[in-house]
């Protein structure tokens, strides 16, 4: 009998489909702070409309990363669907919590540019935490949390 096959398993990249890619790699590098990784990669053909059951697609993508994290920004130039609708009561949408050392300074960063719609600042229930919302330019719930001491 042979040996069974060694799966390398762990989390590669989170993709997320933008209305405006230049817009969105600002956002995550300049709001967010994460790094630009590499843009520049047009696709699309039966290859991906058999991965994707997406017909038509063509894509422009790039990546952003933080601390071992990769996003994955992806447009569509052809083949798009509709947009959907964001925010954390939608069934299978998603929000991005970023840790940041001062949350109040980002807080007072993010509102003095008078953009991304800021939450108040919270403490989380039963936690040390605090932390507040925003929203990049689909509307996507981006959280900045600041871990209190145990």
Not at 85 to 109: M, Q, S
Request: charged share 20%; glycine share 12%.
């Amino acid at each position: 009998m042979a040996a069974p096959t060694t799966i390398r398993s762990g989390l590669n990249h989170i993709g997320l489909t933008v209305t405006d890619l230049d817009a969105s790699v600002a956002f995550y590098v300049d709001v967010v702070g994460m790094t630009f990784l590499h843009r520049g990669y047009q696709t699309g053909g039966e290859w991906f409309d058999t991965l994707t059951h997406n017909s038509g697609a063509v894509i422009d993508a790039a990546n952003v990363g933080y601390e071992g994290f990769r996003l994955q920004l992806v447009k569509y130039l052809e083949g798009a669907g509709g947009a959907a609708e964001t925010g954390h009561n939608r069934i299978g949408n998603l929000h991005l919590c970023i840790d940041v050392p001062d949350v109040e300074a980002k807080h007072a960063e993010i509102t003095a540019s008078g953009r991304w719609n800021p939450t108040p600042i919270v403490t989380i229930a039963q936690t040390p935490h605090r932390s507040f919302y925003v929203e990049d330019p689909d509307g996507v719930p981006v959280e900045f949390l600041q871990r209190g001491d145990a």
